[in-house]
Each structure stands twice: as C-alpha cells, then as structure tokens.
C-alpha cells in the first residue's frame, strides 16, 4: 500500500494523489493498531489519532506539512451505519452549503474531539 506523502492540493487530477488517498480511505477501515504501526512506522508521520466514537471512526494524521483526516464509511456488517447511511436528506452544513444529514450527525459525535486535536498540531505547527 503506498504511503500518502506529499499529498499535494492542486486543482486538476492527479492520479499520485488519488491513489495515495485511497490508501487511507482504505487503511481507516483496519484494526486500529495496524493503522498506528503503518502510519507511523511505515508512513512517517509524527502524530497519529484513532478516533473512535459511537458509531464514528476516524483517523488523523500529521506531520509539518500536513494534517490528514479520514472517515470510515459504512460497513456493511454494521446495523448503526447503515441507519446513518440511510438518514440521506441534505441538511445545513456547518460551514454553509448542505450535507448528507447521516454523515452530519455522525460527525458531530467526534467533531468536539477532531477540532480539539486538529487545533493542538496546529499551535504546535505554530510554536515550531
């Protein structure tokens, strides 16, 4: 699986990214354990963080460049995601435009802890 180094934002296609964030959009979906071994050890980011709450999982990653941030989707043994995905009208994003209300409401059982991390490695960024 390769790594997701240097992902660069650009505004046209590039098939290096995609690839490396669909690493990710596959690795999320691990045991978290083997996620912290692969992102760390084999990937080299500095910090990692499983987030794991009610029907929530998400991942996050960084190092001086860049925070990666990684949602599992639905997993079909899972009756919880399933009713999440099927909560499928659009409602108010927090930040405008409208959103998936499943997705909405399961990103807001870890929004509190993804902000407060998210802010953390960027103070830190910051005070380097």
């Known amino acids: 699986m390769p790594a997701p180094r240097h992902i660069n934002a650009t505004h046209h296609f590039d098939l290096s990214t995609a690839l490396r964030l669909a690493s ?4 999320v979906y691990a045991d978290p354990r083997l ?3 692969t992102v760390i050890a084999a990937w080299q980011y500095a910090h990692f963080c499983f987030l794991d709450v009610e029907a929530t999982q998400c ?9 990666l941030v990684c949602f599992r ?3 079909a043994d899972r009756p919880e995601d ?24 399961a990103l807001s059982c870890v ?13 830190h960024r910051n005070d380097a």
């Open 24 to 27: 990710v959009a596959e690795l």
């Open 35 to 37: 996620v912290e071994r």
């Open 59 to 67: 991942l996050l990653a960084a190092d001086s460049p860049s925070i």
């Open 73 to 75: 989707g639905t997993e």
């Open 82 to 105: 399933w009713i999440t995905t099927l909560d499928f009208d659009l409602v108010d994003g927090p930040f405008g435009g409208r959103m998936h209300e499943g997705f909405y409401g």
């Open 111 to 123: 929004w509190h802890l993804l902000d407060k991390e998210v802010g953390r490695l960027q103070c």
